[in-house]
């Protein structure tokens, strides 16, 4: 589904990401794994287009999307969910949801639809449905910020550190959502710094150090490499 492709990019005179390349198969949920400030954000955001990148390629079902908008790569099914579990705080759980789709031309009906679907994944959501989201709790948000990204029925659904910030008990909840839409056969691309967690919902991950893949390999391979023990697993 996506391939990039020797991906270099540059934010004024720093060079973040250095000939990044790695893929995505359909129905799979990919780990994109390392430290704060290894370059896992700018990737994703690279990927959905609020960042140009300065060379490279990033073909979309075989055909290159380097060049087109944000806003053509969300029509073609590419989502991003932002770290932090970021929402519109003035408007209402039910406005947000709706923002989700504003990007697509689904009718009125499908939005209802989308937003049923989304209500049955975080019920807690449906009785918050007329609130600001500002009163919101921290994995409501993040509940929210998810949701959101499936109202646009995303192809590639792609979720920036989902347990930042997060109380146990409910990133337990926000991992079984994620592997309960894995199940259902959303495709997946997750950054996170949790590498146990990310690893026990993904087929597959790549590890990246100061903007480059240093790794790859599956959940397995990873979970037991001496590398990924010592540096984040702290064994």
Known sequence: MLKLMNINVSIGLIKILHDVSFDVVEHECVALLGSNGAGKSTTLKTISGLIRQNSGDIIMNDKSIANISAAERVKLGIVQVPEGGRVFPYLTVEENLNMGASGTQQSWKSR?????KVFSLFPILRERRSLPARSLSGGERQMLAIGRGLMAKPSLLMIDEPSIGLAPKILIEIYAT??????SGVTILLSEQNVQKALSL???????ENGRIVMEGTSSELLNSEHV??????V
Do not use: F, P, Q
């Open 112 to 116: 209802k639809d989308s937003i049923e």
């Open 178 to 183: 994620l592997r309960s839409l894995h199940d």
């Open 202 to 208: 993904a087929n597959r991950g790549y590890v990246m």
């Open 229 to 234: 023990k010592t540096a984040y697993l702290g």
